[in-house]
């Protein structure tokens, strides 16, 4: 059966919220993307590049039209790139609502640098990837303009396949990946990197001469592809992006963008990098989920989803679509769950106005049913909870759980199994 439209977005959702995967059929690689919340502006990935000895733009950053000007001073440069500072991308097509046009500036002068970034800095800025109000602009990055006479693309990402880190190029770079490996897979190349001796020199000047430096331009372009590695390493990343790694006519290797994800595993001993996630851009509702490990993704219905593990979620949209309903979000417990984020849960979703009925649907095996069923009841005493809610448990300690709501003597709604709470939440937002 294929999946209907609630379970399509919350699978979308989720492959932002945890792990987005890229699936190149003809390497067999997998690319993978930690937790939704480490978010870097363009700025900030590329200071740790250059902390690293990789080639990047001399720039600087400015919160101001003054600031910005003087930066544009200092960098003494042929031409000046101004570039609005937002997590989404497209921001070279989009628009201000001061109504400047584009948040990826050229000049040659620097009083133009503060001319435009007055018209930038405290306005929002829509893209194709923002919301329909667009994000302000914090921020601007005032850097140094390079001519780039041939773009390719340099990835390294772990890889389960691979047990470890692999290294992937294409002498196309500039544009998205997954169009190359779709039309021209041949322009596709892999290395697969040792754990335990790196990437040895051998491999870089392959993977360089692969990407069509040549010359000088393939020692220079290995060397920054060892400094890659070392900086993937050293910040415990699961993948570090550079598209385009590119050439300039003054014979130079630089790292024109790049992106990187992190391992959120790693945070304990990654805490300065942690520090530099920027929530100012994430939905307030993820972030409050994310400090109770929770997962939520807001979606468009009105029957809030409680449970535990992404299929089961999704399972849950699907039959809650299927008897005419709409799941309102995606909210999965995992699977250490105490009663505090139960209730943290509950909170999130009774703080939703579309939510009109809760449906609890929990398979408890490392879940132990009776921590759930207290943290409803607490919940629902403490927060005064006025819609519907349908609860299906099902597992470890259930008898428990089902005496707990029971004898609690609230108004709540049991369920003999997922097709029948279904049918009782959509049932009670009718009533």
């Known amino acids: 059966m294929a999946a209907s439209m609630a379970s399509q977005a919350a699978a979308r959702g989720l492959r932002t919220a945890a792990s ?37 733009q001399r720039f600087y950053v400015a919160d101001s039209a003054s600031e910005a000007l003087e930066a544009a001073k200092r960098l003494n440069a042929k031409e000046i790139v101004l570039k609005a500072q937002i997590l989404a991308g497209g921001r070279g097509k ?48 005032v850097a140094e303009a390079l001519d780039i006479t041939r773009e390719t693309y340099f990835a390294i990402l772990m890889d389960r396949a691979c047990n470890g880190p692999v290294m992937v ?18 322009l596709i190349f892999k290395e697969v990197i040792d754990i335990f001796e790196g990437v040895q020199d051998v491999q870089a000047l392959r993977m360089a001469a692969n990407l069509g430096f040549k010359g000088p331009l393939q020692r220079q372009a290995a060397d920054q592809i060892k400094r890659l590695y070392d900086l993937f ?14 050439e300039t006519p003054e014979g130079q290797v630089v790292c024109f963008d790049a992106k990187i994800s992190f391992d959120d595993n790693a945070e304990f001993r990654q805490k300065a990098v942690f520090a530099m996630d920027d929530m100012t ?27 535990n593990g992404a299929g089961l979620a999704m399972a849950t949209c699907d039959i809650i679509d299927l008897h005419g309903g709409k799941p309102a979000n995606f909210l999965d417990l995992g699977g250490g769950v105490q009663e505090r984020q139960v209730y943290e849960a509950f909170k999130l979703l009774t703080a939703d106005p579309k ?77």
């Not at 930038?120 to 919301?131: E, H, R, V, Y």
Request: charged share 25%; proline share 4%; hydrophobic share 40%.
């Open 233 to 246: 390493l050293k910040v415990d990343a699961t993948q570090v992006e550079v598209n385009p790694l590119g």
């Open 20 to 56: 987005k995967h890229l699936l190149l059929d003809k390497l067999k690689c997998t690319w993978s993307s930690p937790r939704r919340w480490l978010n870097l502006q363009e700025y900030q990935s590329k200071k740790l590049m250059q902390e690293s000895g990789v080639a990047v």
């Open 355 to 431: 939510v009109e009925a809760i449906l609890v649907n929990i398979f408890g095996g490392i879940v132990n049913c009776a921590i759930i069923a207290n943290g409803i009841t607490k919940a629902c005493r403490e927060l005064e909870l006025k819609v519907p809610l349908v609860v299906r448990l099902e597992g470890t300690n259930v008898h428990e759980a089902k005496r707990i709501l029971t004898e609690s003597g609230l108004p709540i709604t049991a369920a003999e199994n997922l097709d029948d709470a279904a049918k009782k939440a959509v049932a009670a937002i009718h009533k």
């Open 94 to 141: 989009g628009v201000f609502d001061s109504g400047l046009k584009g948040g990826v500036h050229l000049t040659k002068d620097p009083a133009v640098v503060g001319e435009l970034a007055n018209k930038m800095l405290g306005f929002n800025l829509t893209t194709k990837q923002t919301p329909k109000d667009g994000v302000k602009v914090k921020t601007v990055m």
């Open 281 to 307: 851009e994430s939905d307030p509702t993820e972030t409050a989920a994310a400090k109770w490990d929770l997962k939520y993704i807001g979606l468009d219905g009105n029957i809030a989803c409680f449970v």
């Open 169 to 186: 190029g294409s002498p196309q770079g500039g544009m998205d990946i997954e169009e190359v490996a779709a039309s021209s897979p041949e």
